[in-house]
């Protein structure tokens, strides 16, 4: 966000200001304070005039403005109202030589999920793509992607969401009925992409698409949203949330495994991996500190490193 602007609102939500003492304040003409209002206002700030100044009402927008004032972490926003693909802008960007920006999209028409699969990501979902740099080797980089997971649920949760945690990536909501065939329902996939050295990572992508103000009926039978679990959510506030907790979790990466076993669906049922190895089927004991996981098979406990987990009925 332009940094007159961010003052202006920091301003203004102390309460009434006027034109002439924010002018001189900021340095800036009595015209430029007004161009930046009105340019607030078009952005979706509630911003009235009266006898005493300006006052700032909020903002119930979902745009780069809207999400970044009042936004505690260190991502600036890029948004679209419609994109093919926030991961696919955010590697441009990362290649280009970004850091900590958040692509966000009200709507993508080229979502992919891991393996290419589609990924349907429709208007008043949650679509967005975080570009980092970290200073960790490559063998930390799993470690981005529990992060995600725990932000996303927490921000889930927040909403009124029971959300969990299914290894790897998926975060969902647990069904009473756990004597069906999918004991769960998908709120939200996360896909991560890099590109490094073999003793570092050069940069690093987040995608998280969540199932948010979205209608059962434009979904998977699969899939669940949360307007259809705990009703609409501010997309701005949700959106805050799970970066805010996003980059929490990446400055502290030494508690980031216990935090997703806090949340984890996965441990303790009985699971199939499909892995590059062949199946891998028993009960999920943990995870490692890299993010594998750990199954207790018949014939003694394996570690899968990647692959797709689907929880099984106990026959």
């Known amino acids: 966000m332009n940094e007159t602007k961010r003052s202006i609102l920091e301003a203004l939500s102390a309460g009434p200001v006027g034109g002439p003492a924010l002018a001189d304040s900021l340095g800036i003409s009595r015209a430029a304070v007004w161009k930046h209002v009105d340019e607030l206002r078009e952005a979706g700030f509630e911003i009235e005039g009266g006898s005493d100044g300006y006052v700032l009402g909020g903002s119930t927008e979902y745009n780069a403005l809207a999400v970044e004032y009042g936004l505690e972490a260190p991502f600036s926003v890029e948004y679209h109202d419609s994109i093919g693909s926030t991961n696919d802008r955010a590697r441009d960007l990362a290649t280009d030589g970004a850091s900590d920006i958040a692509v966000l999209a009200d709507e993508q028409t080229g979502g992919r999920g891991r393996l290419e699969r589609a990924w349907s990501a429709p208007s008043g979902g949650v679509w967005v793509s975080l570009v980092c740099r970290p200073d960790v080797p490559p063998t930390k980089a799993p470690l981005y992607t529990l992060a995600a997971a ?7 949760r927040e909403a009124g969401v029971d959300a969990r945690i299914k290894w790897p990536n998926d975060v969902v909501v647990p069904l009473e009925d756990e004597e069906t065939d999918r004991p769960y329902r998908k709120l939200s996939g996360i896909l991560t992409e890099m ?4 003793d570092r990572v050069d940069w690093l992508v987040v995608g ?8 059962a009926a434009e979904l998977p039978p699969e899939a669940t949203s949360v307007r259809e679990e705990a009703g609409d ?7 805050q949330r799970l ?3 996003f ?3 990446r400055n502290a990466l030494e508690s980031v495994v216990e935090a997703w076993r806090e949340l984890a669906l996965t441990i303790g049922k009985h699971v199939r991996v499909d892995s590059a190895g062949g199946a891998v089927v028993g009960t999920a ?7 594998a996981l750990l199954v ?6 394996q570690m899968v490193s990647a692959g797709d987990c689907e929880h099984l009925r106990r026959t």
């Open 150 to 156: 725990v932000a996303t649920a927490r921000a889930a």
């Open 195 to 198: 590109e490094g050295e073999t």
């Open 208 to 215: 998280v698409g969540v199932n948010a103000n979205i209608d």
């Open 233 to 239: 959510v501010d997309r701005r506030v949700f959106v």
């Open 243 to 245: 970066i805010e907790e």
């Open 247 to 249: 980059d929490a979790q």
């Open 285 to 291: 004991v943990d995870i490692s500190d890299t993010g």
């Open 296 to 301: 207790e098979t018949a014939d003694g406990r």
